[in-house]
């Protein structure tokens, strides 16, 4: 696993207790129903997780740049504030 991905899974599954693997976190960030269902681990990559790694894990798991804001965009009208990839076009 690199770097990139322990550093992630760090900070999203520590706070909950989980235990997702990064292609399960992958595919969680990318998927809109994420926020339908307000997937706390989703909302924890794109709230907690630093900007610059988080553009870093979707390169490396090879995740669309506009999936992962538009997904964002949903957790950032969901959140009441603008979250960091929500910004991105």
């Known amino acids: 696993m690199s770097i990139v991905a322990v550093k992630v899974l760090s900070t999203v599954n520590a706070p909950y207790g989980t235990t997702l693997s990064a292609e399960q976190l992958a595919s969680k960030i990318s998927d809109p129903a994420s926020a339908e269902a307000f997937d706390p681990s989703a909302f924890s ?18 995740i669309d740049q506009k999936i992962a804001s538009d ?9 009441g504030y603008t979250l960091p990839l929500a910004r991105a076009s």
């Open 45 to 62: 990559f794109y709230s907690e997780v630093d900007e610059d790694l988080q553009n870093s894990f979707l390169n490396e798991m090879h």
């Open 71 to 79: 997904v964002a965009r949903k957790f950032s009208a969901l959140a």
